[in-house]
């Protein structure tokens, strides 16, 4: 494993994030999820699927091609659906606080359904998290994908946790 694939795993914390998302059609359930994968430009990327706290500090940057192989912290939604005609959507929302200092919250949110809603709902999601924490919001960022099944189909979207501290980060 490369040094930077091992901070990412133990500890050193992300100072960025950008969002994917994507949508695709496979032979199977796994080939419409790695489709989507690909679709979002994070298809050659090892996803350590982290949960919902974006650390202190960081900040959203241009998204990024990651080297293949890379080990990245990532918080993302799917859905898959083997219904041809079906609509899907997949959203994450992140909610910046208005004190870097504290930590702020990643929502990840999947349905039956069009994007406009999955979107609205991880958006009040992340609203209401922040409120549980006490945190006032600077911020709230969202990102939503909608895909129509064709025959089995899948729906990503995701925060990637990204770069690390000394890498040329933000």
Same mark, same amino acid.
């Given at each position: ?74 918080? !993302?939604? !799917? ?92």
């Amino acid at each position: 494993m490369d040094g930077q694939g091992y901070k990412v795993l133990f500890g050193e914390r992300p100072t960025g994030f950008f969002m994917v998302g994507g949508a695709a059609d496979g032979y199977t359930s796994l080939n419409a999820f790695d489709a989507a994968l690909i679709d979002a430009g994070i298809g050659d990327v090892n996803l350590v699927k982290v949960t919902s706290i974006l650390p202190p500090g960081c900040a959203e940057i241009a998204s990024t091609t990651l080297p293949g192989g890379t080990i990245a912290p990532v918080a !993302y939604a !799917y859905i898959i659906s083997d219904i041809p005609g079906e609509v899907i959507s997949a959203a994450v929302g992140a909610a910046l606080p208005l004190d870097p200092s504290k930590p702020g919250l990643i929502m990840e949110y999947s349905a039956r359904g069009h994007k406009k809603d999955a979107e609205e709902i991880v958006r009040t999601m992340a609203v209401k998290g922040m409120r549980i924490r006490e945190r006032d919001i600077r911020e709230i960022k969202s990102l939503a994908v909608e895909h129509k099944v064709q025959t089995i189909g899948a729906a990503l979207a995701a925060v990637v946790l990204w770069p690390l501290r000394g890498s040329g980060g933000c």
